[in-house]
């Protein structure tokens, strides 16, 4: 139980460190993500450390590692960190879809930047024969 309550408060400090730092690399104009792919990884990191926060709290402050004589007030304790843990997941499935649409969005790119390099270079009928078919997904 030693490691847990020193583990806990480590990796919340971990994840606001992460996080301070991705704000500063943003700030900065080192950055790769959008503004919207930031907000969601901070809602994400605000989840993460309020979850950890309240497994420490209920673990050490609250003594709830048992149903004990407080069932009720257990399990509606419980349920909301479960709540929290459902929320980080949808916020990290939101960002992923955007991952993945910024993926799409840079193969096309990259695939129009080829093909124009290709015409240039070759013309372009030709181009578009050592290119092969386009993928059905991209139209």
């Known amino acids: 139980m030693t ?11 971990s994840v606001l460190a992460l996080l301070w730092s991705e704000v500063r690399r943003f700030k900065a104009g080192r950055h790769l993500i959008s503004a919207r792919r ?5 809602v994400a990191g605000g989840l993460m450390i309020a979850l950890l926060a309240a497994v420490f709290v209920g673990l050490f402050a609250l003594h709830l590692d048992a149903v004990g004589s407080r069932p ?9 960190c479960l709540l929290i843990a459902l929320a980080l997941i949808l916020v990290m499935l ?12 840079r193969q096309r790119e990259i695939r ?3 093909a124009s390099f290709l015409a ?3 013309g372009p009928r030709q181009a578009e024969e050592q290119l092969g078919p386009a ?5």
Do not use: K
């Open 120 to 122: 240039g270079r070759v």
């Open 135 to 139: 993928d059905e997904s991209e139209q």
């Open 72 to 80: 009720h007030f257990f399990m509606a304790y419980w349920s909301g």
């Open 112 to 114: 129009r930047d080829l």
């Open 38 to 42: 930031l907000g969601l990884r901070l």
């Open 3 to 13: 490691f847990v309550a020193i583990a806990l408060p480590v990796l919340a400090a």
């Open 94 to 105: 939101a960002d992923m879809r955007e991952v993945e649409a910024r993926y799409t969005q």
